[in-house]
């Protein structure tokens, strides 16, 4: 879900001016699930402009304590939210973990990287939501490990049902700062699409998993 929709739109725009975002619906990417893709998301980039990177910390930590109030920790998904959480952390002076896909194979086997303790209220941020899966993977180590998680807070979300459905079924919140639909009308009003483009990229995000270039 989107808060606001001034923000939402902004950051679209900002994530398409510093090409985070990149649309070639007549070259498809290819996705490491498989699934052939008209746009690919890398909202890490961001990390190295720094009018984005502060417009897009203190949108998420404004966001997130008017969503759920002060929590006693945010936690980052690794890798891609590492550098976005610690900087929303940094400007809310709040406590900062990360979540790994899987814990270490060596040293202490950590998942859960930083101090939490149990009963600690956690936000969990997120760079990109698709399926929600890892997104989730990450949730369910921190339940595992005694926290509360009040919830998800991610930059952008591509707006799969698919995704809707995971975050239901495991009774987790999501809110992000923008999604596909801001992104593509921003995309479509700044000319960076064509008509014929927006409706590939329209059709696309209807049947990701088995959507094919015509």
């Not at 600690?120 to 941020?125: A, E, K, S, T």
């Not at 595992?144 to 991610?154: D, E, I, L, T």
């Not at 979300?157 to 809110?175: P, R």
Request: proline fraction near 4%; charge should be neutral; charged fraction near 20%.
């Amino acid at each position: 879900m989107v808060l606001d929709k001034i923000t939402a739109q902004e950051t679209a725009a900002h994530l398409l001016q510093i090409n985070a975002i990149k649309l070639k619906p007549e070259n498809p990417f290819t996705w490491a699930s498989g699934w052939k893709s008209p746009i690919y998301c890398d909202n890490r980039i961001l990390l190295s402009y720094p009018s984005v990177r502060n417009y897009v910390k203190q949108k998420v930590a404004t966001q997130v304590t008017s969503i759920y109030g002060t929590p006693d920790v945010i936690a980052g998904v690794a890798t891609g939210a590492i550098g976005i959480g610690a900087l929303v952390a940094d400007v809310l002076d709040l406590p900062f973990i990360y979540v790994r896909p899987e814990p270490k194979s060596h040293g202490r086997k950590n998942q859960i990287e930083g101090f939490i303790k149990e009963g600690q209220n956690v936000v969990v941020i997120e760079d990109l939501i698709s399926t929600g899966n890892s997104s989730l993977n990450a949730v369910k180590a921190l339940l595992a490990a005694g926290a509360n998680v009040q919830g998800m807070f991610a930059i952008f979300s591509y707006g799969f049902d698919t995704a809707t459905q995971n975050f239901k079924n495991a009774a987790v919140q999501l809110h992000t700062l923008s999604n596909y639909d801001f992104l593509i009308e921003g995309a479509s009003e700044t000319k960076k699409i064509e008509n014929h483009q927006l409706q590939t990229l329209q059709e696309w995000r209807k049947n990701p998993s088995t959507w094919k270039q015509e």
